[in-house]
């Protein structure tokens, strides 16, 4: 059968953003489905989890599968940083997880096929997901549960048109090396549109970017991987910042530093940069104790580790019991932004994570926890200026994983600036939208928090 014929994607995605949209009746179908859908979470002691076990000798949790995942020690030696050494829990995940979003033609408009989904830790309850979120436990339903609706489309991709496919990491300070397959499939076929489901236009995802804990982690990072509109935006920049912001994303425009420069530095930082990281018992952990059924910094600080029972309507499995990370505060997540020769340039910083696959990956301007620093001697750059801004462009509080963070949110800033920053500084510099798309293509350069950021400023372009 001959593949039908497309209009460019790049003219398809930003016809979609900039499609008219119904705030009303996207609010109206989130109440409807949240009114039937539930799950209630309560606090247990993590050796009262059923299904999980705690090893002998070691302390590790494990579920009994010996799948889905298993909480572990990672000490870390980092010379050279003000804290060159330390030891946390960590959530060791290997497996693969599927994040994928179907898309399909509706009047020459593409619209996304989305799941109001009910995650433990989500902290607003019900939050905008893909299409398909799924352990590879999950989707070969190790947990018995009941099959994933749409996961074939996924599973195989033949047939169909990909318009992303790629591994992508999660939190480094958090997961020891979790990849996740991030994909965006387009089928011309009809698709059943399952109870909780519904077709969004890019438009109308862009204008919940500002609801608080309503567009959840892992349809961003999913989001953030399609390409820009590009020049097919144009008649959205609406002031001289939507015009820069347009200009940033056009591939004609130059930035200060070529995309080969960016790479080089990338690299130049991976290689200087001597991590080490080895997972181990979580018995003894100096720093750390497990008393009244947690495990807690003995600062008080960081995170801590807690269990919970879970039950739930609507779900593959009905009941589950498991451990999860409870972080401490509301995080700062925030990008810098500045007008440099009439283009929008987004200053980033090039961060090492003790969890990363490749050592260090390209990160907001400020990503921390304000609190946590009063157990660690620097505070971070720029986060003074972020916080006593008035020149904001995007603000609002985001959920981060539910499926393993408890009650994880950051504020999500986007701030105009105008900082200077010297060409060869050796932590940050000034990229371009086009120049994050080019690197969006592959795996491991762009972290999960910079690709959430990344969404929201180009949901800026959606406003009115």
């Known amino acids: 059968m001959t593949a039908p014929t497309r209009r ?16 009303d009746a996207v609010h109206a179908w989130l109440t409807r489905t949240a009114e039937h859908s539930w799950m209630t979470v309560e606090r247990v002691p993590l050796d009262g989890l059923a299904g999980w076990l ?18 572990e020690a990672l ?79 996924f599973r195989d991709t033949s047939g169909h048109h990909v318009l992303v496919d790629i591994r992508q990491s999660e939190q480094g300070a958090w997961f020891y090396r979790k990849r996740n397959r991030n994909m965006v499939v ?4 009809e698709v059943e549109v399952r109870e909780g489901f519904r077709w969004f236009t890019l438009g109308e995802i862009a204008g919940l970017m500002t609801v608080p804990d309503l567009v959840n982690m892992d349809a961003r990072t999913v989001l953030a991987c399609l390409p820009g509109g590009g020049a097919a935006l144009a008649r959205a920049a609406a002031d001289p910042f939507g015009e820069a912001l347009v200009r940033s994303g056009d591939p004609a425009t130059p930035g200060v530093h070529t995309t080969g420069e960016v790479l080089s530095w990338i690299t130049e930082v991976r290689t200087r940069t001597d991590l080490r990281a080895s997972l181990g018992p979580l018995a003894g952990l100096p720093d750390w104790t497990r008393e009244n059924g947690v495990i807690a910094h003995r600062g008080g600080g960081f995170f801590t580790v807690v269990g919970v029972d879970v ?10 019991s498991q451990p999860m990370i409870e972080p401490v505060g509301t995080g700062v997540i925030a990008f810098l932004v500045k007008e440099i020769g009439g283009v929008l340039h987004v200053l980033t910083h090039a961060r090492t994570e003790a969890g990363y696959a490749d050592v260090t990956e390209l990160a907001p301007t400020v990503q921390c926890v304000p609190e946590t620093h009063d157990h660690l001697p620097v505070r971070p750059r720029f986060l003074d200026e972020v916080l006593g801004s008035t020149r904001i462009r995007f603000d609002a509080v985001l959920s981060e994983e539910g ?40 795996s491991f350069y762009v972290n999960i928090q910079a690709r959430s950021l990344l969404l929201c400023l180009r949901s800026l372009l959606a406003r009115g």
Not at 8 to 23: C, H, K, V
Not at 54 to 71: A, I, K
Not at 85 to 102: D, K
Request: no cysteine; net charge negative.
């Open 54 to 71: 705690t090893e002998p000798g070691t302390g590790n949790l494990r579920h009994h599968t010996g799948r889905f995942f298993s909480v």
């Open 186 to 189: 387009e089928v011309d076929g």
């Open 75 to 153: 000490a870390v030696d980092l010379p050279g940083t003000p804290v060159p050494h330390w030891s946390q829990p960590i959530i060791n995940q290997p497996e693969i997880g599927i994040l994928g979003i179907l898309v399909r033609e509706f009047d020459g408009v593409l619209h996304f096929l989305m799941q109001a989904k009910h995650e433990p830790g989500n902290a607003n309850g019900l939050q905008l997901s893909p299409t398909v979120q799924a352990t590879r436990s999950n989707y070969t339903r190790v947990h018995q549960g009941k099959p994933i609706p749409y996961l074939e489309h």
């Open 8 to 23: 460019p994607t790049q003219t398809r995605l930003a016809e979609s953003m900039l499609a008219p949209r119904d705030a």
């Open 311 to 320: 039950r739930a309507g609507g779900r593959e499995v009905g009941t589950w």
């Open 403 to 442: 499926g393993r963070f408890l009650g994880a949110r950051n504020r999500y800033l986007v701030v105009e600036t105008d900082a200077e920053v010297a060409r060869d500084d050796p932590e940050y510099r000034w990229l371009t939208l086009h120049q994050y798309e080019e690197l969006l293509r592959h």
